[in-house]
């Protein structure tokens, strides 16, 4: 899986290759200017390219591209915005050497009359907001219309956070180097940043960072036993649903359902009985209402809770003061089963904090940012500045696996390991879409996977359904029952892909 690294880990492991490893830096360099060369002859106009520098190393790249471009005999001009006196030693060098072999350089440019731009004006070293002439040029790139590749990460863009620093570059696409970078991967980085490629430069090392979530996760699919029945595919109970919200319970356990679990029972008020025995009859139900005695009560959550191997509470079930006792209960008689904890479940969870502690790493907890400002006790701006602090903060009090839900979803497993899902679209944000990650999420534990594999592959999977959903519908207009429909889809395409590569002995899902 690949790992997606900040600007600092970058950084390190650059000097580490040079000093450690003995590699020299323009050995480095000259690599990253072929990845681009490359990628240019491929994909970009080169009637007339200008390739713009910075005075760091991002900019001595470009000189070296630009000096790639000339010797091949393509018109290229080079701009040099930096400024001479804080040019890097690797930088005088291809500054001489662009020189040496006479390549056009350019002082005033008009860049409409370029077919192809390069960026190559800050990489990885940018350290604070764009302002003046930076700024002025770089909404210059943007106004001119050219298409833009952008050397490691788009100039402006932040390589941990993924945020605009004042302004920044456009591109169509963005070739980086050796590793991911975290701030291409988050918004609006991603958007800025076009099409990735990262290339091999002969930098490695990274074992800590981030995975990114893609589609190596296929292998992930828990197999399906073909003698199995109902039970060996795993019993959830979906906790979900009150007085006018019959919605969330009937997404969450349709979700669970169609995952693959073998069964599933939705525990609910009793004013949902006739609408979810008519829209989804597969599912059990059992029920309550809100003057039961709490003896009552309990026996009734006892009895489903013996029954499932697999507990969910949460979807539409209100804060009321039954939602609460239930939730408390569900903690205390869980027997260490796994239990998914969403949507109400987590607002009742960041007000009683004294549950937080009777969490453990089978307790998967899937707040939206608004739910997680409430549990982490912090602001949504703190949120996107510093996801994993955040994280850490909410691991100390709540020791469980983390999905974090935003543009790009965030997913802590109980041991530490982070993944940032790189699958879906903005039409995910529509009313039941989380109640169907629920209802994933409780499917896949119930069918045997572990929690800390449950949640990323529920993240991916989720994603990947909601992609189909926009392709059929459009990420404007598609609501959660086409998730649960790109859902179906998207497994039966994961079997069969599973299936073949079993017919064939292959080992590579990427053929
Ligand atoms: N051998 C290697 O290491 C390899 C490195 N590689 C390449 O090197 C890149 C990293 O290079 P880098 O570290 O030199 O930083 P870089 O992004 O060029 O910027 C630094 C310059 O920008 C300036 N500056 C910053 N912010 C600014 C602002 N807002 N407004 C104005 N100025 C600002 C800053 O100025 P200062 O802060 O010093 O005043 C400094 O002059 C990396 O992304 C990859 O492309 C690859 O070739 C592989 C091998
Ligand atoms: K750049």
Known sequence: MQILVT????????????????????????????????????????????????????GADGMAVARLLHLAGYSVDLYLA?????????MKIQWQAAKNYQVSIVNNCRFSEYTTIVDALFGVGLSRELSGKYQTLVDAINASGVPVLAVDIPSGIHAGTGQVMGTAVRAAETVTFAYRKLGISL??????????????????????????????????????????????????????????????AYFSSKAALVSGAGMVRILTDESNRTILQQQFP?????????????????????KAMHWADVIAIGPGLSTSK???????????????????????????????????????ASCILTPHMGEMSRLADCTIGDLKAHPQEAMETLYRQCPCTLIMKDARTWIRTADGVYYLNLTGNHGMATAGSGDVLCGITAGLLAQGMR?????????????????HAAQEKGARSMTASDILSG???QLQMLDRKIARKEDTGENNYEK
């Open 7 to 58: 600007g600092e880990q970058m950084k390190q492991l650059d000097q580490a290759t040079i000093q450690t490893m003995g590699i020299p830096s323009l050995v480095l360099m000259e690599r990253a200017a072929l990845a681009v060369f490359d990628c240019l002859r491929q994909h970009f106009s080169l009637k007339k390219t200008l390739v713009v520098c910075g005075s760091g190393n991002n």
């Open 82 to 90: 930096g400024n001479p006196a804080s040019f890097t030693e690797e």
């Open 187 to 248: 918004y609006p980085g991603t958007v800025y940043a076009g099409n990735v490629q990262v290339k091999d430069v002969g930098i490695y090392g990274a074992s800590k960072g981030i995975y990114a979530l893609d589609k190596e996760a296929i292998s992930w699919l828990p197999a399906r036993d073909p003698g199995g029945n109902k039970g060996t595919f795993g019993k959830v109970l979906l906790i979900a649903g009150s007085r006018n919200m019959s919605g969330a």
């Open 282 to 302: 597969e599912a059990m139900l059992s029920v309550y209402d809100s003057s039961m005695q709490h003896e009552k009560l309990a026996d009734v959550l006892k």
């Open 322 to 360: 039954t939602a609460e006792d239930l939730l408390q209960m569900v903690l205390t008689f869980r027997q260490s089963k796994p239990i998914v904890m969403d949507a109400d479940a987590l607002n009742l969870l960041a007000k009683r904090k004294d549950l937080q502690s009777q969490c453990d």
């Open 451 to 467: 929690s800390s594999q449950a949640a990323p592959f529920a993240a991916w999977l989720h994603g990947i359904a909601g992609d």
């Open 487 to 489: 859902l179906c889809v």
